[in-house]
Each structure stands twice: as C-alpha cells, then as structure tokens.
C-alpha cells in the first residue's frame, strides 16, 4: 500500500512538473489568440482537462497582461495628439475607439484606462461584446448598416449611443420603427455623406439628396421622432482633406435648410491616418481604431 501510494505521488509530481514545463513553453511562445485556441482543441482527445483548463487560463491571463500595455500605450498616444488637436482647433472632440475584429480583452484593457467610447463595424460582433462590457460602455455603430441587422442591433444593445452610418429613408424608418417596438424614445444618428466618390464608399450626395433625407430624419413626426439627428459623417478618400472640407460644407447646407445652429450637428470623421487634419477643419468625433489596437485580423470577421 505504501508503494502504491508513493508511486501514485510519484506520478502525479512528475505530471504537475511536465505540466508546468509544458504551460511555461506554450506561454513563451504563443502569441496569438488563434494559436492558443488551436493548441487547446488538440489536445481535446487526450485526457487532459485539468491541464487544457490551466493552459486556457494561463493563457487568456498572459494575453490580457500583454494586450494592457500595447492598448495603454495606444490609447495614451491617440489621446495626446486629439487633445494637442482640438486646443490647437479651439474645439471639444471625442474619440470613438474602433474595435472592429479585436478580442474583447482588448477592449476591457481600453475600458480599465477610462475610456469608455467604442466603435463597431459587424452588427453580430457589437452585439456579442456588448454582452462582455460593462454597462456603462457607449457604442456607436460605424460600419455598413444593412435592413436585416437594424432590429438586432437596437434590440441588443441596449446602451446603443449611435449610428453613424444612416444613409437612406428606408435605413432610418427602420430604425425608428426598431427603437419605438422596444419603447425606446431616442437614438443619436448621423447621415453619411459620400464625399470622395468613390465605388467603395457609402453615403448621400451632398445637397438637394443629403437635405431632404435630413428633413425627414429631424421630423417630429412618429416614428422619426425617436430619432435625434446628432450630425453628419463621411469616410472619406485617403490623404483628401477636401472630403473633409465637403462635409463641413454639407453639414452648414443642412442646418439651414432645417434652421438650427451649424455646431448644433456634429461633425463624425477622421480616423488613424488623418484624424488631426479632420479636427483641424472642426470634427468633434474620431474613429481611430488601428492606431490603438494595432493591425486588424479580418479572418474571423462576423
């Protein structure tokens, strides 16, 4: 009997060393999500859970240490030269952090700086992280918004600050429609303006087009009037600050036509590789994303 247990204790030492070796080795030289998950899923065969649950541990543990700093560092940076901007400019801006395709632990690491801003582009991937975030996280939706996802989106997430991207009558009623089925009573969207014209690009022209889809968006009538016309937005053309220049102009145009005060609608644009010059010409919100969380991985896209 003694034996037998020394040897189980035998046993189970040398396990719990090769264990700590192994965890050690995968922790040192994986450093990609997807590699940590592919390494966990082959080893689902052996009979190894207490070893596949540390190893997921360890590593979900080791990458939210790593993602702190390289998201600290960004997110400082970003935040330093907008506030330089906009003393220089004169004007408040705000940063939207763009998340697109990024793990939630990068977004908690944003979130444990004080940031509490967001922008999404995949209705499914903004709905799943809402779920993970805490309550107080703004989102803002910022990608291509397609009929079918409008319902989902309103319905789940809540805290839903705003869409920058309504670009039709069709979009808007939707929207509308959406936030009044869950008695919502208002959501901030901004139109987006084509102002590179560019295939690639979504967006109304600016003028007669531009205005009355403003019009119509501003409405008090139900159901737009659970909608808040907050401003407008554009992409934009790389290195063509005119775009910027068509969206000031297009934004003046608009509150005339409606008859409010020009900085009354927000100005939505610039991102990593011109959000200074945007400022300079008066945006109040960037979207800066690559700039705070690194390169993109589209290869899980939703």
């Known amino acids: 009997l003694w034996m037998a247990s020394a040897s189980a204790f035998a046993g189970g030492l040398l396990c719990g060393v090769i264990s ?5 080795l995968v922790a040192s030289k994986l450093d990609k999500p997807n590699q940590i998950r592919h390494s966990i899923r082959a080893m689902k065969g052996l009979r190894l859970g207490p070893l596949r649950r540390a190893l997921r541990c360890l590593c979900t543990t080791s990458h939210a240490e790593g ?3 390289k998201v600290q560092m960004g997110l400082k940076a ?3 030269r907008m506030q330089k901007a906009a003393k220089d400019s004169n004007h408040s801006v705000e940063l939207i952090a763009v998340s697109k395709t990024k793990p939630v632990e990068m977004l908690r690491c944003a979130y444990d700086e004080g940031h509490r801003a967001f922008g999404e582009n995949y209705a499914q991937e903004l709905i799943s992280k809402y779920s993970q975030m805490p309550s107080d996280t703004e989102w803002h939706f910022i990608g291509k918004l397609q009929s079918n996802k409008v319902n989902p989106i309103v319905k789940g997430v809540p805290n839903l600050k705003a869409i920058h991207t309504v670009h039709s009558e069709k979009i808007a009623r939707k929207l509308a429609a959406a936030c009044e089925a869950v008695d919502r009573s208002s959501l901030d969207v901004y139109l ?3 102002t590179s014209g560019e295939a690639s690009k979504n967006g ?3 003028g007669e087009e531009l205005n009355e889809l403003a019009k119509v968006v501003a409405s008090d009538d139900p159901p737009f009037d659970r909608l808040r016309l907050a401003g407008v937005m554009t992409i934009g053309a790389p290195n063509d600050e005119t775009c910027f ?3 000031v102009k297009a934004r003046n145009e608009v509150a005339a036509v409606l008859n409010v005060e020009e900085e009354s609608l927000k100005l939505s644009m610039g991102m990593s590789g011109d959000f200074e010059k945007a400022i ?3 945006s109040n919100f960037i979207r800066v994303g690559s700039s705070i969380f690194g390169a993109r991985d589209y290869s899980n896209k939703q």
């Open 78 to 80: 970003v935040t330093e």
């Open 204 to 206: 109304v022209s600016a």
């Open 245 to 247: 220049e068509k969206l």
């Open 280 to 282: 300079e010409y008066g």
């Open 20 to 24: 700590l070796v192994f965890l050690s």
């Open 67 to 69: 993602y702190q700093e």
């Open 192 to 194: 987006q303006v084509d």
